[in-house]
């Protein structure tokens, strides 16, 4: 079916695309890692995430992504950015 194939071309198009975008973000996390060990700082900052979380689920909703979906995948992603922070502390 030719509308099934190009529609999973997009998908694979769209994955590839997460893949680099989250390869970027976390090169920023490490960045932010290392600051954050060399002065001090604790690895999770609760009140930036809250701020986050409430501009990502209205970020989901004017586009018509489920917000819950959105903020439990920002989670997902800053407990793994956590845990490199806690990693660089040592
Ligand atoms: O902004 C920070 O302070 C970060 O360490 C980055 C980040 C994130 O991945 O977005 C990760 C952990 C913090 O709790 C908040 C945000």
């Not at 209205?58 to 992504?65: F, G, K, P, T």
Request: glycine share 2%; net charge negative; hydrophobic share 45%.
């Amino acid at each position: 079916m030719a509308e099934l194939e190009s529609m999973r071309a997009s998908i694979d198009n769209i994955d590839a695309a997460l893949v680099h975008i989250l390869a970027e973000r976390f090169k920023c996390t490490k960045r932010v890692g290392r600051l954050k060990a060399e002065y001090d700082l604790p690895p999770a900052d609760p009140e930036r995430e809250a701020r986050q979380i409430a501009r990502l689920r209205a970020l989901a909703v004017d586009a018509d992504l489920d917000p819950a979906f959105a903020e439990k995948f920002l989670n997902f992603i800053i407990s793994e950015v956590i845990r490199h922070h806690e990693a660089f502390r040592g």
